[in-house]
Each structure stands twice: as structure tokens, then as C-alpha cells.
Nanobody, 115 residues
Framework: QVQLVESGGGLVEPGGSLRLSCVGSGTIFSINTMGWYRQAPGKQREAVATITSGGRANYADSVKGRFTISRDNAKNTVYLQMNSLKPEDTAVYYC?????????WGLGTQVTVSS
């Protein structure tokens, strides 16, 4: 079964930047719209950015202008460039197809924004 593997998280100061990576199968990256999601403890998972197979992107209002989603289908990778990070961005970040497929969920990568 396909499992998407997220990486690139860490502890950063407010205003800092991180680039997250998501690596998976060629099929999902070439056909599906992909998304980055995040979940803080005790809260529901929310979508923050999506990108179509052709590279068209959409963003949640909370991250618009600060985050950039991109993909490289040849490398089976989706990226999330996160700039001007805020404490409220603290969460575990996951990637998946849209609509989501349960067995595609990976372990996520922790992003903590704190001074």
C-alpha cells in the first residue's frame, strides 16, 4: 500500500521559514489533486493548501500569502514552503490526495513555532 512520507518540520522562531516535503507513489502524484493538512492537539485536521495535477494551487485564508504549495511529479514529491510562520501554525502537518485516502496518511511532521 502507498504511504506518503512527510518530512521537514522542526522548531522555529516566529517569522521563520520551513519547507516540508511529501514523498509517495508516482500514480498519486501524476493523477490526483494533493493537499497539505495540519492538526493541532485536540483539534480536527484542516486543509491548508491544495494543488492540482497540473499545478494549480489554492490556500486556506489563514496561510494565504505566507505558504506556497508546489509539486514535482517526476520526483514523486509535494512541497510546502512556509514563510512568516506564526505560533498558530504549530501543528502536525500531513499530506494526502483529495479526496483523502485513509491508507495514504503518513506519520506527519511536527511544526512548532515558538520563541
Amino acid at each position: 500500500q502507498v504511504q506518503l512520507v512527510e518530512s521537514g518540520g522542526g522548531l522555529v522562531e516566529p517569522g521563520g521559514s520551513l519547507r516540508l516535503s511529501c514523498v509517495g507513489s508516482g500514480t498519486i502524484f501524476s493523477i490526483n489533486t494533493m493537499g497539505w493538512y495540519r492538526q493541532a492537539p485536540g483539534k480536527q485536521r484542516e486543509a491548508v493548501a491544495t494543488i492540482t495535477s497540473g499545478g494549480r494551487a489554492n490556500y486556506a485564508d489563514s496561510v494565504k500569502g505566507r505558504f506556497t504549495i508546489s509539486r514535482d511529479n517526476a520526483k514523486n514529491t509535494v512541497y510546502l514552503q512556509m514563510n512568516s510562520l506564526k505560533p498558530e501554525d504549530t501543528a502536525v502537518y500531513y499530506c494526502n490526495s483529495i479526496p483523502t485516502i485513509n491508507y495514504y496518511w503518513g506519520l506527519g511532521t511536527q511544526v512548532t513555532v515558538s520563541s
